[in-house]
């Protein structure tokens, strides 16, 4: 009140002088002001320096570190001259905490630069719940502070800018750097890449990790470094630096890591053990089905970046869609470069996916190559592996190391325990613990003798196991254990390969058994193996090897002697030593012998190298020139898993590729085998389809289903190619052993290697082949025909009414015309009457068209109303002639707005207007077409819809039909009715067949869930069929599970076919059993039979009954020329038979008319001496069989598949040969009855 009272009195008497001085009074008190409020302002924000900053300050402080971090204060020099600091002392809270720290003498800070104290240095501990931090100068005096009351890890408190008045909190600090500016990483660190992460592990596993590599050629420093989930974060150890070309590991868990990795890693989260350094912060567990992975320094900068599943991340460090997500126990791994072996980095998907499947503990070796002078020895089995092998055990001095997938040969295993006994040698195993078709625990001696065969081989690799253990060596099996949470690193361990004393390597297609390596060359398997002798080649094997066997895995199991299943074998158990002999007539040109040369050696390791598209197998074939020749055991037609969707089988697609190229490519299958994914399409379709391929696109390719007499089966997996590189291997060409097996081979150039094994082919591609129908080259094909040929019978049949409808319509439409003209006929002769006739006066008046013509047309005063009868018709018309207003008009005129419909009505019609009405009748006829059709196809449609709706809620799978509807609904969008249409009835007719295979099926399954155990014995007692399932004695993969035939449209008619089938099969199996044959091929086939018999399959019984009543007959032919050959004697003629025979056939006996024997009835032929009865005439069988030959090609050219008469033709022309002419004429009858039976169906 006094300052106003005076305010007022002063500038009322001296306004001008005492204005100035409450100008400068006013200044005075906002200074004031300003001060005042700005030391009130909550310190955590900022706090004033209370002095000017002429001298040394606090800059920065981190008051909270995260350990082993530590506490650090920094000062900043803010002026342009040096500042000796010596005798000045930091301190936190007065009179409490820490003592002072006081500075040396010669202590100075630059201009502009920064000075860095830390808690070892200074003594002073700051209060992570408040403190306060303060300098002063060497007399006490306090000359700059900073008070805190909380603090977080990891963030500081510093000026904004450098020496400035404003304090503020810093997630990133910056000790001895400028506050507030974050530092972007060098060059060289951007560098560092996130090259693995497993973020998906196995249950009960707590191994989560990620690996970071340094691709540069420098050591970099990654001090507090981060992996995060972008929530929470690993910090990597201050003062941790990243090797030259190398990796580090950083998992969660150490002790989880070693026994899925098999070594330590570089840092744990955890603290499992304290042989690894531990992270700071928290590990950022990643979820299983989305997430991001971020890789960032110090500072906050990202360095690298994975984003997977379905996660949405828009930061930096990452283009495009994420990269898929991974099971459960995959490793999400980055590509690397086949030409520079370095990783791949576009920051996008690509580098990231792959058709390999990385499961955590697999190898990554690359693949060099060795080229070097020196001895190889290639064998082949059956002819002399045995003898291959057995030479470089028994020459082994000091090491033998064994990786094989199967070892039940008794004869090789003396070798190795003759090693250990009289020589030391030190031996090492690892064997898979779980092949195809063995059981290694240990079962009473009841089940061992029901079920020997599945039995016998894995005791007697476990008796194996324990000599080797007892005798000083050392076996491991690959394997898992789903309750422990431990998965093995491969489906299965199928290498086959041993190394001698670190110098040699012995590497093939066949396990170590008595078929894959028999001791005599007259039976066993088909298969090519071979001996390298060099240290380089030797050593790179050894550490696949040891990486394999390596006992810290969790996966790599110890041969334990008390263990029931991978432990000593049942008491009872004794093992077979009988040697193995056949029939097989061994190469004598493939005797075992040196080759001395320069060869140039690439390993070939599965699933490591296997899908290389530059190097290894495909870039091998995608770079041949001439001629490719392979044999196989088993070709997949597409790489299918056992979920998701299926891939083209990449070996496959190269070989066709190279055959377009002008490459000759020949290829040998087993007849035997079936696809590891899917068991109804085996060898046979697959050569099938080939031979089609390769006759539809004129290829210079052919496939041959091959049996090699007297032997188990064709076994190997071999590759020549342009006659001087050849693949010996244990890798069959399915997705698995691709993708997921561990496989080993190698691919040598050498031309006299390769002319070693090109004999040993030639030889197999010019014996026994089975016939291969080009025409039936897949199920897949022959459905699709059906379904075309159902969809075509139903266009046939509509097209009757279609023609009908069109006819009508036609009909309709000239009907319509001919009234029309008729009643504008009957219209211009009643005008011109009335016009005529008329006395009335008419004032004239005017009518525009939409033509702006004007015409004259009467006004009329009669009334409108009135009506008269119209075409004689009692029908009452309204007269429209003296209306008020224009005529109504007709549809012509409704049409159309031409002046030719606005004439007057009496008078005739011109030229113009004729052409007119033609026109617009023409119109309306596309028109009323067009409409009908659009109502066709809609209805059309709409009976589809309803139908496929109904199906799909009684479950029926009917996604062909509603994908066939979706085109139909295309097509009628774009107004094209005609093909709406037909697509509409081809998805009524799919919905239909899906209809009929689901009830089959159904079917099917309720027949199965009726019949009780004691039920099924009956009816398979009544059928006279002995069902039992099939024991393969080697199958290298999972067949998988069988799949329910898709229709059964008469079920007793199919049964009957099946048995009569299967009856013929083993007639011929016993009739080559009794003439001395080989039938174990033709019974492995029958009980595959049997076996689809018992599950109801009669498709594929059938099937497979036919093939080894197949092989069983030429089997039956070969030996029988074999036996003539060797007796060097004609087969005898007709016999002339006598009285006395003819009394003895009387008496219900027969004999032979030569050797005088009892002979059965049915029999044509004497087994004693060879006599055939023969009684048919050899020309008249000839002409019948040239004239069903002729039947044959009508029905091939007319589309029929006759596949089943030319196989029957096939062998009753080897009949004819042979001079058998009974058989020869049966087959030519049973064929005829086929083709007749084809032609009573429509053909």
Known sequence: MLFSNWLANHTKNQPKTHLRSFAILFVFLFL????????????????????????????????????????WIELYNPTDTLLDISGYMLDDIPNGGSSPYKFPAGTVIQPKSYLLVTKNESGITLNTDGD???????????????????????????????????????????????????PQPSDLQRKILLAEVYYNPYSNRNDEFVMLYNPTTYTIDISLWRISNNKTSCIIPDGFHIGAKSAIYITKNA?????????????????????????????????????????????????????????????????????????SGQVQKRNKSELTGEYIDTNTSSDWTSLRQYVVGQSDFPQPSYTYTGEIVPF?????????????????????????????????????????????????????????????????????????????????????????????????????????????????????????????????????????????????????????????????????????????????????????????????????????????????????????????????????????????????????????????AQLDMDWRPRKGESVPNLYLEALIQ???????????????????????????????????????????????????????????????IDDYLTLVSSLNWGRGSVTSNREVGVLIENIELASYYKIAFEYDWNQTSFNVDENAHNDTLKEEKSQLAQIATCLIMLMPVVIIAVMLIVFIIKKREDDRTSLQRTEVTKHTVTTHTTKKQIAPSTHTDTSSHTITQPQASINPNITQPHCGQSTPYPNTLYSNQPPPPTDYSERSTTISQVTYPYLPPTSEALKSIQSNATQENEKEKREESRRKASELIGLAKATIIEKANRGIDVSSADAQLSVANKFMINGDYQNASKMAVKAMSLAMEAERRASAHAQTKNIQAKESEETKEKIIEKKKIEVKKPYLTEPDEDFGEEEIPETSKDEETSIQKMLLQIKKAKDAIHKLRVSGGNTDQAEKILALAESFAKDGNTDKAIKYAQKAENIASQIQIEKEIEIKEEKKEEIPSLTKIDK??????????????????????????????????????????????????????????????????????????????????????DYIIKAETYLNEKNSRGV
């Not at 909550?42 to 920065?60: D, F, G, L």
């Not at 890890?153 to 600090?173: N, Q």
Request: aromatic residues 12%; proline residues 6%.
């Open 32 to 71: 004031f002001t300003f001060q005042f409020t700005f030391q009130n302002i909550p310190q955590k924000v900022m706090a004033s320096s209370q002095r000017q900053y002429t001298e040394v300050v606090i800059n920065e402080f981190l008051p909270t570190p995260t350990s082993p971090g530590i506490e």
């Open 132 to 182: 306060s931090v303060r300098l002063l100068n060497p007399i006490g005096e306090e000359i700059d502070n900073y008070t805190y009351t909380s603090s977080n890890y990891d963030v500081s408190y510093g000026r904004m800018p450098d020496g400035g008045i404003l304090w503020t909190t810093y997630t990133y600090p910056t000790p001895g750097a400028p506050n507030g500016v974050v």
């Open 255 to 327: 002790t989880s890591f070693l026994s899925d990795m098999g070594f330590y890693p570089s840092l744990e989260s955890t603290d499992s053990t304290p042989k690894v350094n531990n992270t700071q912060g928290t590990w950022p567990t990643f979820a299983n089905s989305k997430g991001v992975v971020l890789l960032t320094d110090k500072y906050g900068n990202i360095i690298d970046c994975l984003v997977y599943g379905s996660e949405i991340y828009n930061g930096s460090g990452w283009l495009g869609g994420p990269a898929p997500a991974l099971p």
């Open 380 to 632: 082949i089995s059956p002819e002399n592996a045995f003898d291959a092998i057995a030479n470089e055990l028994d020459n082994a001095k000091s090491t033998i190391y064994l990786n094989l997938y199967q070892f039940d040969n008794w004869f090789l295993a003396e070798k190795i325990f003759s090693a250990q006994l009289n020589r030391s040698v030190k031996v090492k195993a690892l064997f898979e613990g779980g092949p195809v078709g063995w059981n290694f625990t240990n079962e009473p001696e009841s089940v061992y003798l029901e079920k020997k065969g599945a039995y016998k081989g894995a005791y007697t690799e476990k008796l194996i196991a324990s000599r080797i253990v007892a005798y000083g060596g050392e076996v491991r099996f690959l394997t898992t254990n789903g309750t422990a949470g431990i998965k093995d690193r491969y489906t299965y361990d199928h290498a086959k390969y041993a190394i001698i004393d670190n110098k040699t390597l012995i590497l093939g297609s066949e396990n170590w058994k008595d078929t894959g390596i028999p001791k005599l060359s007259s039976y066993g398997n088909r298969g090519w193996g071979i001996i390298v002798r060099n240290e380089e080649v030797a050593e790179y094997f050894v550490k696949v090897f040891e990486s394999d066997f390596n006992p810290l895995m969790a996966d790599s199991f110890p041969f334990t002697p008390s263990h029931i299943k991978y432990g000593n074998p049942p008491s009872y158990f004794r093992p077979e030593t009988e040697v193995m002999q056949g029939k097989y007539k061994p190469l004598q040109s493939l005797t075992l012998k040196t080759i001395t040369g320069t060869f140039k050696v690439t390993p070939v390791l599965s699933p490591d190298h296997t899908l290389y598209e530059h190097s290894s197998l495909i870039g091998a074939i995608n770079n041949a020139k001439k001629e490719i020749v392979i044999e196989l």
């Open 658 to 720: 190279a055959a377009k190229r002008g490459v000759k490519v020949r290829i040998i299958l087993d007849p035997t085998f079936s696809s590891e994914a899917s068991p109804d399409i085996d060898n046979y379709d697959l050569a099938s389809y080939i031979n089609y391929l390769a006759q539809t696109q004129k290829l210079d390719m052919k496939a041959k289903l091959v049996y090699l007499q007297g032997t188990e089966k064709i076994h190997n997996k071999g590759m020549i």
């Open 1140 to 1225: 006395k025979d003819k009394d003895k056939r009387a008496d219900g006996k027969r004999t032979c008319p030569k050797c005088n024997m009892e002979l059965q009835q049915n029999w044509v032929g004497c087994p004693y001496c060879k006599t055939r009865l023969d009684t048919s005439n050899k020309d008249e069988i000839r002409t019948r069989l040239e004239s069903t030959k002729s039947m044959l090609s009508l029905m091939e050219k007319l589309g029929e598949d006759v596949s089943d008469a030319r196989s029957k033709l096939n062998l009753a022309e080897s009949f004819l040969r042979l001079g058998e002419n009974d058989k020869a004429l």
